[in-house]
């Protein structure tokens, strides 16, 4: 693994290389870092050249001050840059969590760059926006969204040493069979106590105003497909939809309907993984993006 460092789109990225071949691109959620992708970068970067970034706000990339900072424009402008900076004309866009939100709302906007898009549990943003405004089941699930664009959001993530993070995260998914190695719970508390790192993460939800309604007249969603027209919804290129059916913050009702937006689109169901699929199942997931990546 090559640790490298690129002055882009106004910010330092750092991200994480390994391998040579077709390139594959792998984006982050929250509250996480490159390394929770590190099982996957070893096996798929024996024949491919994978990329890792630390997405801005996280970990070792720069943590811009100021909620605007963290608009989809330039979460989504990162990326087209790293490539940019990396010569790569096209890729295969690996994601989850935040990041798939990054990673749909890039292929929305430059499909031209991507070879085949790899969601975990994350769908469509517009399908989302749906469910977060109409679903009571999702708006209920969903509440941790506000708790996290409030003030208060930093104090509770940082609580007792990052117990939420610790309990929601690491052990949630060691419950779930993950094995993470007590370097790689270190490297990611690590990560949470890089200066600015909490902040930058909860800047995305802040950003994109997303959400169940709030009570006080807003619908509830987000702004990550405003200024789209409506052909710009409409994915033609190959997607791989993996998801961990005990999610307890995505629930299935936002897949429906995903067919009228996606035109070539693969599932694979995992009944014994919930959110942090990337942790849990790496071997499995791995394997799903080899068979993807050979039948299209």
Known sequence: M???????????MHYVTHGAGEPIIFLHGFPEYWGVWKKPLEALGKDHWVIAPD?????LSSKPAG???????????????????LKIKKFTLVSQDWGALVGWSFVLRHPEYVRRFVTINITHPALLNRDLRENAA??????YMLLFRSPEAEQFIMA?????????????????????SAEDEAEMIAAWKQPGAITGGLNY???AEMGPPAGQGGQGGSNLVDGLEPRQLQVCLP?????????????????????EYVHNLTFRRIPDADHSVTLEKPELLTQYIREFMQEN
């Open 2 to 12: 090559e640790h490298q460092y690129a002055h882009i789109n106004g910010i330092g």
């Open 55 to 59: 997405m801005r706000g996280y970990n």
């Open 67 to 85: 909620v605007e900072q963290y608009h989809i424009e330039h979460l989504v402008a990162d990326i087209r840059a790293l490539a940019d900076h």
């Open 138 to 143: 999702q708006q209920q699930a969903s509440q």
């Open 160 to 180: 007792d040493d990052y117990a939420f993070g610790r309990q929601a995260m690491i052990e949630a998914a060691r419950q779930m069979g993950a094995q993470i």
């Open 205 to 207: 939800y802040r950003a």
């Open 239 to 259: 997607v791989l939809f993996v998801h961990g059916e005990m999610d307890p913050y995505l629930l299935p009702s936002g897949q429906e309907g995903l067919e």
